[in-house]
Every structure is written in structure tokens, then in C-alpha cells.
Antibody
Framework: EVQLVESGGGLVQPGGSLRLSCAVSGFTFSAYEINWVRQAPGKGLQWVSYISSGGDNIYYADSVRGRFTISRDNAKNSLYLQMNNVRVEDTAVYYC????????????????WGQGTLVTVSS | SYVLTQPPSVSVAPGETARITCGGDNIVNKGVHWYQQKPGQAPVLVMYYDNYRPSGIPERFSGSNSGNTATLIISRVEAGDEAEYFCQVWDRSSDRWIFGGGTQLTVL
């Protein structure tokens, strides 16, 4: 069974840092691209970042570029999101989501999601 | 940047057909994907590349994409279909995933 489990969320002050993790099982992690997606309370989905299977291609939303860093450790079947200089507007549930690999030409929609971890930025 | 526009809400009676639209500039040239999200749960992919259903999604779900509008169609709507639905595209010009704002489907 494919599983993605996020952790590391919590309360952080504006300007602070937090590192989210996503532990995966049930599939060959090193073969899949992975994304971070967030959802502010009562709001819609917002894509945050993408990393290719080997970690050589990385993309960010404008709202987090320069502050957040996505990375992965294929040996540990884990994905990370280092969040620096956080803002109140970064408050959200953060999901990791697997690229479905439906087609090989570009990033694909997300066929598996974790249950999310809540990040609250507040003083 | 590319923008996807969804109606905030759609209401339909059980057994009827729900149509949820997603508007974008020449969206026909992009593959559109749809997610269903129920309260307190992670999103679930229900349609990809306009009209392909992932395994486990009922045949009642279908999709279309033409001109500036993509549509998720849910036939014979059931109470269990009540959820928020989000459309999504990959914007090649900016290397970003774009989500629509979401549509709350209410089953009357």
C-alpha cells in the first residue's frame, strides 16, 4: 500500500524556521517525483514545490521561492521541506503528494497524498 | 501568470448531472486534472488529462476540455459526491502547478 506520512508541523513565530518531513512506503521512492502542496484554513489548494526523482529538477511557487527548500533522501525514502523566514500567510496544512507518472513528458497530477501536517505561524 | 477560474458552488439534486467548470486561457491546450476533497481529508484525484479516470473512480465521473473551459461531469449524483472539487494544470511557461479556487458541490 502506498503511504506518505508528513511530520514536523507545529507553531512557529514569524521569521522562524521549520523543517517538514514526508516518509514514504509501499513504492519505489527513488523512481517518483514528489510535490509539496498546502492549504490554508478554509481555503483552496496551493502548490508549493516539486522535486524530480533524482533531485536534479526543482520548482517553487513564487510565494516561497528563496525562503523554502525542497530536498529528498532516496536512501531514507524521505522528502523534506525546509521553511525559513516564515510568514503568517504560510499558515496551512502541508501535504506531500506523489506524481502519478501517467505520462513521461512533464510533471503529472498527484495520485497519492499524505494526510498533511499543520504549520501555524503566529507570535 | 496562468489563472484557473471555478464557480464557488454548484448544487444538484440526487440522480441529476453536475457540471463543474474550470476556465482558463486556451485551456484546451493544457491537460486538466481534477481532485475531490471531502472535509478533513486529503484530496483525491478523480480525473486526469481531461478525461481519464484513475482506478477506483466510478464511471459516473467524466471530463471534457474545449476552448477556454474544462468541465468535470458527474452523472447520477449521489450524496457521497458532496465535496469540494479543484481543477489543476501544469503551466509550462512558468514551470508551476496551478490550481483553480475550488467548487463546492452540494447535493440537495
Amino acid at each position: 500500500e502506498v503511504q506518505l506520512v508528513e511530520s514536523g508541523g507545529g507553531l512557529v513565530q514569524p521569521g522562524g524556521s521549520l523543517r517538514l518531513s514526508c516518509a514514504v512506503s509501499g513504492f519505489t521512492f527513488s523512481a517518483y517525483e514528489i510535490n509539496w502542496v498546502r492549504q490554508a484554513p478554509g481555503k483552496g489548494l496551493q502548490w508549493v514545490s516539486y522535486i524530480s526523482s533524482g533531485g536534479d529538477n526543482i520548482y517553487y511557487a513564487d510565494s516561497v521561492r528563496g525562503r523554502f527548500t525542497i530536498s529528498r533522501d532516496n536512501a531514507k525514502n524521505s522528502l523534506y521541506l525546509q521553511m525559513n523566514n516564515v510568514r503568517v500567510e504560510d499558515t496551512a496544512v502541508y501535504y506531500c503528494a506523489r506524481d502519478g507518472r501517467y505520462r513521461g513528458t512533464q510533471p503529472n497530477p498527484f495520485d497519492s497524498w499524505g494526510q498533511g501536517t499543520l504549520v501555524t505561524v503566529s507570535s | 501568470s496562468y489563472v484557473l477560474t471555478q464557480p464557488p458552488s454548484v448544487s444538484v439534486a440526487p440522480g441529476e448531472t453536475a457540471r463543474i467548470t474550470c476556465g482558463g486561457d486556451n485551456i484546451v491546450n493544457k491537460g486538466v486534472h481534477w481532485y475531490q476533497q471531502k472535509p478533513g481529508q486529503a484530496p483525491v484525484l478523480v480525473m486526469y488529462y481531461d478525461n481519464y479516470r484513475p482506478s477506483g473512480i466510478p464511471e459516473r465521473f467524466s471530463g471534457s476540455n474545449s476552448g477556454n473551459t474544462a468541465t468535470l461531469i458527474i452523472s447520477r449524483v449521489e450524496a457521497g459526491d458532496e465535496a469540494e472539487y479543484f481543477c489543476q494544470v501544469w503551466d509550462r511557461s512558468s514551470d508551476r502547478w496551478i490550481f483553480g479556487g475550488g467548487t463546492q458541490l452540494t447535493v440537495l
